[in-house]
T-cell receptor, first 113, second 111 residues
């Protein structure tokens, strides 16, 4: 069966510090991968999606970036965090088309202070 | 602009009642719809998928799709306190890519 891991589970970082969040998927090959952010009390905002290694699309211009160095690994990064980057970061995967069912990881709760 | 909208709630029902959650969408070409459940502080969990008009039942959950009215709903029968969560409706529309999520409806089932 497929499983998805994210780490760390929680993170407190000062403004201006770098960020690296990692997501890995097990039990499937060539998944589509997604990064979402959910701000407190708000909906899910798609940040990036990827259909393959080094194939990443950005949905919103911001100070975040994503990379996919391996088939089942997706990394979200920032060089300098902003207060507005606080939120619940969710990685998700799907197979087949990008329009199919997506399955979410446990998430990383980021607080920028 | 393609949108997915949910009745804002919050919705409160007594234990054992039927909870009805509703979602409308603007993209007439949408072919698939998903319902996710999100407990407080947790990530969304896929609970139902529906692709064709009509009803789809899974245990206490029934998803209903009406493409003519651009309306999808989720019924929870015999609601339990453990059903208390935020329910998210999502659809990819017709664009290649990404699910569009509604804002969610908070459901509280009180004993």
């Amino acid at each position: 069966s497929q499983t998805i891991h994210q780490w760390p589970a929680t993170l407190v970082q000062p403004v201006g510090s770098p960020l690296s969040l990692e997501c890995t998927v097990e039990g499937t090959s060539n998944p589509n991968l997604y990064w979402y952010r959910q701000a407190a009390g708000r909906g899910l905002q798609l940040l990036f999606y990827s259909i393959g290694i080094d194939q990443i699309s950005s949905e919103v211009p911001q100070n975040l970036s994503a990379s996919r160095p391996q088939d089942r690994q997706f990394i979200l990064s920032s060089k300098k965090l902003l207060l507005s980057d606080s939120g619940f970061y969710l990685c998700a995967w799907s197979v087949g088309t990008l329009s199919g069912e997506q399955y979410f990881g446990p998430g990383t709760r980021l607080t920028v202070t | 602009q393609k949108e997915v909208e949910q009745n804002s709630g919050p919705l409160s029902v007594p234990e054992g009642a039927i909870a009805s959650l509703n979602c409308t969408y603007s993209d007439r070409g949408s072919q698939s719809f998903f319902w996710y459940r999100q407990y407080s502080g947790k990530s969304p969990e896929l609970i139902m998928s529906i692709y064709s008009n009509g009803d789809k039942e899974d245990g206490r959950f029934t998803a209903q799709l009406n493409k003519a009215s651009q309306y999808v709903s989720l019924l929870i029968r015999d609601s339990q306190p453990s059903d208390s969560a935020t329910y998210l409706c999502a659809s990819p529309g017709t664009s290649y890519g990404k699910l569009t999520f509604g804002q969610g409806t908070i459901l509280t089932v009180h004993p």
